[in-house]
């Protein structure tokens, strides 16, 4: 009976536990995510040196031949697309630099990285939509970490000093530490963003045909043989799923009078004078504001004024590209072919290599690696554009994405297994778990209940028998054969 008692009791009280979402702070099963980016590491870049980690990671786990990543194919706006699973044109963080177009100010990368209002301006990142259900996040110098984003930003976070050695391998090796054992292992973290400024440097200085480029190109797969295996030293493998891709690509640029250079104020018909405001000088790409009445003219000036030199109204942009519906979008935009830069005044631009061009050039597009426990092993998957990394991050972290311009069909193939397609069903099953434990404790509480009555009864009975006892003898051979 005291058996009975306690199976019931302890039934009611933590079978409805079970039809309550799992607390995510306390899901072992729960999987950690690492995104890394290596800026500007082309997808081909392995090709032509030795990399053995690199070939490892695809062996253990997923590689795309190459991804997409949106236009301008620029680091800031293309990390935040990363980071939000938007087109540049959908999340506003249209250029590294921050501009004024009325008081002509601009500010270049690392500053910009301190406008908050550049990058707060509607669409959150992984890190808060992560923290707002629940999860803990870091970042290490990754674009847009400086950042708050309506008022909150990641929990744990490092932005590189103002004049950052960014090819330093001692560095690299204790930021890795760093987020392995202090962030992911001790503070238990579930999201950690993770850049390293290389190869993208090495690329732009000395082209990315150089040897110091590939030279770079070991050091980074060096790095990834590391991450790997403090992975494994803190304990982390079994369940930390890493990403590892880049921003952009890189394709060198043609000088030295090899080539007719693209310079605005040599093109017939042109004048500065009918600018309120331009951004040009800055590689391949540029926007202008002309004067009220002007664009006609300096379009029109500029239009098929060189062969390799795109000309677009803001309206008339390619919708392929995804660059026109944003307020901050200057009423005409310019980008080269690869091999040339837009250059203002004259030519100012001393890098070897550029950046920035249309993202169906090949030359544009970065590499991608997956490797952990949600990931297949040895799987070559097609290409795919990096809007389609937010989506796949906040599977893998089990949480529901902000509205973006991703889908997780575009990466489901390389997952061992689709986990339920939305959380309801994972709910779903928990509460078919509690209403079959609840049946049983019903069932065996009415038992309970049942064999209870029927003791009672027996018992008055058997009481009444002995009250009557010995009142009369043919009354109790009555009761005895009932
Ligand atoms: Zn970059």
Request: glycine share 6%; aromatic share 12%; charged share 25%.
């Given at each position: ?8 009791v ?10 309550m979402?799992?607390?995510r ?7 950690k ?18 990399t ?27 990390h935040?697309t ?28 690392y ?9 707060d ?10 923290q ?26 490092e ?8 090819s ?5 090796r ?9 962030w992911?292992?001790?503070?238990d ?26 030279e770079m ?10 991450l ?5 030293r ?62 006609e ?9 060189h ?6 109204k ?26 040339y830069v ?10 070897k ?28 998957v ?34 061992i ?7 309801n ?24 209940v ?33």
């Amino acid at each position: 009976m005291v058996l009975l008692w306690t199976v019931c009791v302890c039934l009611c009280v933590f079978a409805p536990s079970l039809a309550m979402p799992v607390s995510r702070r306390h899901n072992p099963s729960r999987s950690k995510v690492l995104l890394v980016s290596f800026d500007g590491f082309r997808w081909d870049y392995d090709r032509d040196v030795d990399t053995p980690h690199l070939d490892a990671m695809a062996r253990d786990g997923v590689k795309a031949p190459y991804v997409t990543p949106a236009f301008f194919t620029m680091t800031s706006p293309t990390h935040f697309t990363i980071l939000t699973g938007k087109y540049i044109e959908n999340h506003g963080v249209i250029h590294n630099m921050w501009f004024n177009t009325i008081t002509s100010e601009k500010k270049p990368y690392y500053q910009t990285q301190f406008v908050n209002d550049w990058w707060d301006n509607g669409t959150v990142p992984i890190w808060i939509s992560a923290q707002r259900q629940g999860l803990t996040t870091g970042s290490l110098h990754f674009p847009g970490t400086a950042s708050t984003y309506q008022g909150e930003s990641a929990e744990v976070s490092e932005v590189e000093p103002r004049f950052y050695n960014y090819s330093n391998e001692t560095a690299w090796r204790n930021n890795v530490d760093k987020v392995m054992g202090d962030w992911f292992r001790e503070k238990d973290l579930d999201f950690v963003s993770l850049y390293f400024g290389e190869p993208d440097s090495t690329g732009h200085k000395y082209g990315p045909d150089s040897p110091q480029r590939r030279e770079m190109v070991k050091q980074v797969d060096r790095t990834v043989g590391y991450l790997r295996s403090s992975a494994e030293r803190n304990g982390l493998t079994n369940h930390l799923n890493i990403i590892i891709t880049a921003d952009h690509g890189m394709t060198t640029i043609f000088r030295n009078g090899l080539v007719e250079e693209i310079t605005l104020s040599k093109i017939k018909g042109f004048s500065f004078q009918d600018l309120v405001f331009h951004l040009v000088d800055y590689g391949p790409t540029g926007m202008l504001l002309p004067k009220e009445g002007r664009l006609e003219k300096v379009y029109n000036a500029l239009k098929g004024a060189h062969p390799h030199l795109h000309v677009y109204k803001k309206e008339e942009m390619p919708s392929r590209l995804h660059f026109k519906n944003n307020d901050r979008i200057l009423p005409i935009i310019l980008w080269s072919d690869p091999g040339y830069v837009i250059n203002g005044y004259f030519p100012v631009q001393v890098n070897k290599g550029e950046h920035g061009f249309d993202n169906e050039n090949m030359d544009m597009k970065p590499f991608f690696r997956a490797v952990g426990p949600a990931f297949r092993k040895n799987l070559e998957v097609e290409p795919f554009e990096t809007v389609n990394i937010y989506p796949l991050m906040c599977h893998l972290l089990d949480i529901t994405p902000e509205p973006n311009d991703g889908h997780l069909d575009a990466t489901r193939a390389m997952l061992i297994s689709s986990v339920p397609e939305d959380k309801n069903s994972v709910r779903d099953v928990h509460t078919g778990v509690f209403i079959g434990l609840a049946a049983v404790a019903g069932v065996i509480f009415s038992t309970f209940v049942f064999i209870f009555i029927s003791n009672v009864i027996k018992r008055r009975r058997s009481e009444q028998r002995n009250d009557n006892k010995g009142k009369t003898e043919e009354c109790q051979t009555k009761e005895a054969s009932f």
